[in-house]
């Protein structure tokens, strides 16, 4: 296997579904004192993303209604840092990841950022995040 290291810098952040949106913003804000650097969307397609400090981040979706969470698996995905998210798809795809979303632009509140999703060896989901201001 290659030893070429992909183009992040590192983790950008861990997203969790939540059962309860409202609940878990205010124990991850209020209680435990991280702020909200952005949030987008509305109803059960909230999504806030949190500062963590030192550049990392916790990304809450609100789920929809009927959405199944085990206990303990909350983990949607895991993202990292990403210079070239395009070149980094096409390195995971030659060790032969899926590719669960080709790599795309997004706005976020008027900052644009380059994703693209796969998934690693025991079918858990990553992706690769492209953008200096978030």
Not at 6 to 13: A, K, M, V
Not at 57 to 63: I, K, R
Request: hydrophobic share 35%.
């Amino acid at each position: 296997m290659s030893t070429s290291r992909f183009s992040q810098g590192g983790f950008h952040h861990i997203a969790l579904r939540t059962r309860n949106f409202d609940k878990s913003l205010a124990f991850y804000t209020e209680g435990m004192g991280f702020p909200i650097a952005h949030s987008w969307g509305e109803g059960e397609k909230r999504i806030a993303l949190l500062d963590l400090g030192d550049g990392n981040y916790l990304e809450l979706f609100a789920c929809t209604e009927g959405t199944e969470i085990i206990e303990g698996n909350q983990y949607f995905h895991v993202a990292l840092r990403s210079t070239d998210v395009g070149t980094d798809i096409e390195k995971v795809r030659k060790l032969g990841c899926p590719i669960t979303i080709e790599p795309k632009s997004v706005d976020v509140n008027g900052k644009t950022i380059r994703v693209g999703f796969f998934l690693g060896p025991d079918k858990e989901t990553w992706e690769f995040f492209q953008n200096d201001e978030l």
